[in-house]
């Protein structure tokens, strides 16, 4: 019996195929880069909650909050300037009530979502906080991805 490794990598040969699959999926790409936004979110808020409640005598309810809203920040700005750069104007008042808008939006889902999974993790099942506050983040993904779609970087109608 002999092992031959095939031609063309698997990859290139399933491109196509995934292509057309996610193709048929409204916003996928969008919601990719999303996700890779909101990846390197992740990394902030854990890195940041981590290295305040290693280094300061916060509360962890306190790092949270602060880890949060820094990450909040960082992913609007990659948000801006990748994933809904076909919706930007250029001129900076938009680009702040976008921000503002984001910053609700994301801080709803932050607090609620996020902290609230945070607190009650760690309060009534005892959980570790840095893993209550991944699984925090885990659960606002979604509500976050759709609010930010439709309402914080909205596309502007036409004559608008």
């Known amino acids: 019996m002999t092992f031959s490794l095939p031609r063309t990598a698997p990859s290139a040969r399933t491109r196509p195929l995934l292509q057309k699959t996610f193709s048929k999926i409204p916003q996928f790409s969008r919601f990719v880069k999303f996700c890779i936004v909101g990846g390197s979110g992740v990394v902030v808020n854990a890195g940041l909650f981590r290295l305040l409640l290693q280094t300061t ?11 949060i809203e820094t990450a909040i920040a960082n992913n609007f700005l990659w948000n801006y300037l990748w994933t809904f750069n076909d919706r930007k104007t250029g001129d ?6 976008m921000f503002l808008r984001f910053n609700l939006t994301s801080g709803m889902t932050a607090m609620v979502v996020n902290w609230g999974l945070l607190v009650t993790l760690k309060e009534l099942f005892g959980i570790y906080e840095e893993i209550a506050n991944l699984i925090g983040i885990a659960a606002g993904t979604i509500s976050n991805y759709l609010l930010s779609h439709f309402w914080a970087f909205a596309a502007k109608s036409p004559g608008h």
């Open 57 to 67: 005598s916060f509360d962890y309810r306190l790092a949270s909050i602060i880890a």
């Open 92 to 97: 900076a008042p938009t680009a702040l009530m």
